[in-house]
């Protein structure tokens, strides 16, 4: 399934939800970190992961660099304290994290990918942001909870997960209910990932790239498109379809995102076959058509232009021609 410009996930499958809901086939206990809040396998996980900083494996880098203190290997510039740029609830999101108090999303600053084209250059890849402790994570967390937004949305995690571990353990202790979305560039390794099943209700990778010379020439990572197949499974077999509840709320699942490129369509019909032949039909798919030249686009001349509003159509008929549905289409109803 799949939306299409500002993204309208709110209708889609709400009968089919309800029905999951009513017949009690969702986790009892949610969000599902409470459960290992509850048998204190999430602190044990938490310390796993920090001890992981000393010679860090955590991302696809592989870079092995001491993040307890300044290493020039650590190829996220990130050190034992995650980088936030910004906490707040974020009303540009999907409608089934937005809804209508905000997506409380933490910004985390630095990347394991060097996207030229990144439209948060600055968050990303000019170390833009403060150092916070786990504590003051936990605060952030907090505070979004009360300011009445959905969830947490932890945007641009894959390089801070210990510190996302400790933070939402002592978040957990002093009271968060929320459920987390973990909203990646898609360049997660299985083992970390791993860490987090049974903590995240939402994944919300993107797919960026289906061809690693593309890889290699816009992110600096050639092995993007092997290493997101990988994790995009992963994230599949830990929460399934999504599933919304009765106001249209994600609750637990997968929603993939996909930035059509200009002349990238071949890429956009090898992915969005993967999707609906390797992961599952039923997939939720935003097929997002807002590039613009960012970063340092410019100096690539085969993406220094803006989309073209026939490409995105053409990615649109692509995902019909896979099988992804639009909203409504399972009931009958026109898809918009």
Not at 40 to 68: I, K, S, Y
Not at 171 to 186: D, F, H, S, W
Not at 267 to 282: G, N
Request: positive net charge; aromatic residues 6%; contains cysteine.
């Amino acid at each position: 399934m799949f939306a299409g410009l500002q993204p309208g996930l709110l209708s889609i499958r709400r009968t089919a939800t309800q029905s999951i809901v009513e017949r009690g086939l969702m986790t009892s206990t949610w969000p599902s970190y409470l459960r290992l809040l509850e048998n204190g396998e999430l602190e044990r996980r938490a310390r796993e992961a920090a001890d992981v900083l000393a010679d860090c494996t955590l991302c696809p880098r592989q870079c092995h660099a001491d993040r307890r203190r300044a290493d020039p290997r650590s190829y996220c510039r990130t050190g034992r304290a995650a980088l936030v740029s910004s906490a707040f609830p974020h009303h540009g999101e999907e409608d089934c994290l937005r809804g209508w108090n905000g997506s409380g999303t933490i910004f985390f600053g630095q990347c394991n990918l060097r996207c030229v084209f990144c439209q948060n250059f600055d968050i990303s890849q000019q170390c833009r942001g403060r150092p916070v402790t786990d504590g003051q994570l936990a605060d952030l967390m907090l505070a979004l909870q009360d300011r009445g937004c959905h969830n947490i949305n932890l945007v641009t995690p894959s390089h801070v997960v210990p510190q996302v571990l400790q933070g939402l353990a002592v978040a957990a202790e002093r009271g968060l209910r929320l459920p987390l979305v973990y909203n990646t560039g898609g360049y997660d390794r299985l083992e970390t990932l791993q860490w987090l099943d049974g903590v995240i209700d939402v994944y919300m990778p993107d797919f960026k790239f289906w061809d690693p010379a593309t890889a290699r020439e816009l992110a600096h990572a050639a092995d993007y498109p092997e290493v997101a197949r990988a994790a995009i499974k992963e994230m599949h077999r830990q929460v399934g379809d999504l599933v919304l509840d009765r106001q249209g709320l994600a609750r637990r699942g997968l929603l993939v995102r996909h930035l059509v490129m200009p002349g990238g369509l071949e890429e956009t019909r090898q992915i969005l076959r993967f999707l609906a032949r390797e992961v599952s039909s039923e997939t939720f798919i935003n097929i997002m058509p807002q590039y613009r030249p960012a970063g340092l686009a410019a100096r690539y001349p085969t993406i220094a232009r803006p989309l073209r509003r026939t490409e995105f159509e053409e990615a649109v008929a692509m995902a019909r021609q896979e099988g992804l549905r639009e909203k409504g289409e399972e009931k009958g109803g026109k898809g918009g």
